[in-house]
């Protein structure tokens, strides 16, 4: 194909014929809107980091995943921020614990969303780590047996799917093995499989209250420049019985979402974190970018590059424009 015989431009020149030619569609059926429930009633927090984003106790929360369903977002991605923390996380576990009373008002109240919850336990911990402290280090195993017990609370209150977010060494298969044994077999696991030690994180730390209060989580979240190591924690978890696997953060490993995908061919997710929306709400706020077009065409690169799912701040936003038609 060579100039003049081939003219890419003719199927340039109006909307038109570029729908016709498309190769990837943003859909709203590839969102995930995750939502931060908070102990009390009426609280509707700001973050300041993320403009648009709240601390919603339990009430506000239902009426934020109603908007969702109604938009015709397929669910939510629940995380707790509990008004009390100890140095094991009893809140994360606990049956009247936040996110625990959260899946159960919106299972009762907006039965066709999908509910799915965060696993980890830095939310509820006083020290902040995602798992039990001994010596200023963080327990691999005794961990496990913590996370188990949350998935287990998080599904019997209601939650359609759980998402383990610590990256403990084999927690996909203590919950799987602690699911099937209460019974809850056919609930699917999106396991946090390869997710990097990043400075995206930090309007999240914020929102959830989870900063490290010694330490950071380099030593058991991955090292940025490191992709090999991606296939081996994407394998362990596929292994242990995840049913769809994470890239977090996305925008800066889009390297890793594609070499994750063309690997193993399996359900993905990827999350579009906090500071990659902090840093678009900012932009778009000083006039610098035009954040409607920003945020589609960054969602799109995610998916172009093989996320089946897009986990996503901008959620409500993202559904509005393409109910429109973008």
Not at 130 to 156: F, M
Not at 176 to 185: I, M, N, P, T, V
Not at 189 to 212: I, L, N
Request: hydrophobic letters at 40%; one cysteine or more.
């Amino acid at each position: 194909m060579r100039y003049p015989d081939y003219r890419p431009r003719r199927l340039r020149q109006n909307e038109g014929f570029r729908r016709m030619v498309r190769e990837t569609v943003l859909s709203v059926d590839d969102l995930v809107y995750p939502l931060f429930a908070a102990a009390g009633k009426g609280i509707k927090k700001p973050v300041e980091s993320m403009p648009g984003v709240y601390n919603l106790s339990v009430d506000l929360v239902v009426e934020e995943a109603q908007r969702a369903r109604e938009i015709g977002i397929p669910a939510v991605l629940l995380f707790g921020v509990p008004d009390k923390k100890d140095p094991e996380g009893t809140g994360a576990y606990a049956e009247d614990g936040v996110v625990q009373q959260a899946v159960r008002e919106i299972k009762r109240l907006v039965p066709d969303l999908l509910v799915i919850t965060d696993v980890c336990l830095c939310e509820y911990t006083d020290h902040g780590h995602c798992g039990i402290i001994e010596d200023g280090r963080v327990l691999n195993d005794p961990t496990l047996e913590l996370l188990a017990q949350t998935a287990v609370s998080h599904v019997k209150s209601g939650a359609d799917m759980v998402a383990p977010s610590d990256m403990m060494d084999g927690r996909v298969a203590a919950i799987r093995k602690a699911l099937d044994r209460e019974g809850c077999r056919e609930t699917p696991v999106m396991a946090y499989s390869v997710k990097y030690a990043s400075a995206y994180y930090g309007p999240f730390r914020e929102a959830a209250g989870s900063a490290p209060c010694f330490g950071d989580r380099r030593a058991y979240q991955m090292d940025p420049p490191n992709a090999v190591e991606a296939l081996r924690e994407a394998a362990l978890d596929i292994d242990e019985g995840a049913d769809i696997i994470m890239v977090k953060p996305a925008l800066a490993y889009l390297d890793i979402v594609k070499m994750i995908k063309e690997n193993f061919d399996y359900p993905l997710a990827v999350y579009n974190v906090s500071g990659e929306y902090a840093m678009v709400k900012a932009a778009a706020k000083m006039g610098w970018v035009d954040e409607r077009r920003i945020v589609t065409e960054t969602l799109t690169g995610m998916k172009r590059a093989g996320a089946d799912i897009i986990i996503t701040y901008h959620a409500l936003d993202v559904a509005g424009w393409l109910k429109e038609g973008l």
